[in-house]
C-alpha cells in the first residue's frame, strides 16, 4: 500500500505567545488613544483651541509615552531578574543534591499521569547532562524557558511607539490646522474600534465584541474629563 493511501498529517504552525512585545504594543496604542482623546477633550471642555490643545496633546503624548516606556522596562527587568535568581537557586540544588532533584522531577512526571519506572527512567536520562536537567527543572517547576526571557528593551520600545501613535490619532487634525473638535472625535472613534478590533482578531474573538468594547470604554473616559474640562472652565 503506497503512503498515499494514509492522510497527511497536518501540523499547525503556533503563534509566539511568550513574547515580550504584544502585551506592551497593545496596552500602549490603548492608552495612548484613550488618555490623549480623553486629555484633549478636557482642554476643548474648558474651551482651549487651536495652539493650546496641540501643545496639551503634544505634552501628553511626550509624556505618557515615557512614562510607559520607563514602566514597562522596569517591569520586565525586574521581573527577569527575579527569575534569573530563581534560576540561580534551582542550578545551586541540582548541584548540591542532584538525586534529590531527580527525585523530585520524578514524582512531578508521576502526578502528570506516568507509571513509577517511566517516570523514573525519564527523570534519569533527563539527569545524565546538568545543563538539560537544569533546563527542564525549570521549566518543570518554574514555568519559564531560560532561553526565552522577555527582553526589557523589547518591551520599553514596544510600549512608546506604540503610545506614541496612539495619541497622535486624536491629535492629527489640529496638528493640520484643523481647528474642529468633530473631526479628532470622529478618527479617534474610528481608530479605538479599529484598535479593538485588530487586538480582538489576534486573540480569535469576535470583532465587533473587541471593537465595540474599546470604543465604548474610550468614549466614557472622553466624556468624563471633557464634563470635568465643561466645569473647570
Do not use: K
Amino acid at each position: 500500500m503506497t503512503s498515499s493511501a494514509y492522510p497527511m498529517e497536518l501540523h499547525r504552525h503556533h503563534r509566539d505567545v511568550t513574547g515580550g512585545w504584544l502585551r506592551p504594543a497593545v496596552f500602549g496604542v490603548m492608552d495612548g488613544l484613550v488618555s490623549n482623546a480623553a486629555l484633549i477633550a478636557g482642554v476643548v471642555g474648558g474651551g482651549g483651541r487651536g495652539s493650546v490643545v496641540v501643545l496639551a496633546g503634544l505634552s501628553g503624548l511626550a509624556a505618557g509615552a515615557c512614562s510607559m516606556a520607563v514602566g514597562e522596562y522596569t517591569s520586565v527587568a525586574s521581573q527577569s531578574d527575579l527569575v534569573r535568581a530563581e534560576l540561580d537557586i534551582e542550578r545551586r540544588e541540582l548541584a548540591r543534591d542532584p538525586d534529590a532533584e531527580q527525585e523530585e522531577l520524578t514524582l512531578l512526571y508521576q502526578a502528570r499521569g506516568l507509571d513509577r519506572d517511566l517516570a523514573e527512567l525519564v527523570a534519569q536520562q533527563l539527569h545524565r547532562d546538568p545543563e538539560t536537567a537544569w533546563r527542564v527543572h525549570a521549566r518543570e517547576e518554574l514555568g519559564v524557558d531560560p532561553d526565552d526571557l522577555p527582553s526589557p528593551w523589547l518591551a520599553a520600545v514596544s510600549s512608546f511607539t506604540a503610545f506614541a501613535l496612539g495619541a497622535l490619532v486624536p491629535l492629527l487634525p489640529f496638528l493640520l490646522g484643523l481647528d474642529s473638535v468633530g473631526g479628532a472625535v470622529a478618527l479617534t472613534l474610528l481608530a479605538l474600534f479599529a484598535t479593538g478590533a485588530a487586538v480582538a482578531r489576534l486573540t480569535g474573538r469576535a470583532l465587533w465584541r473587541g471593537g465595540g468594547r474599546q470604543l465604548l470604554l474610550g468614549v466614557l473616559a472622553a466624556a468624563v474629563t471633557f464634563t470635568i474640562g465643561s466645569l473647570a472652565g
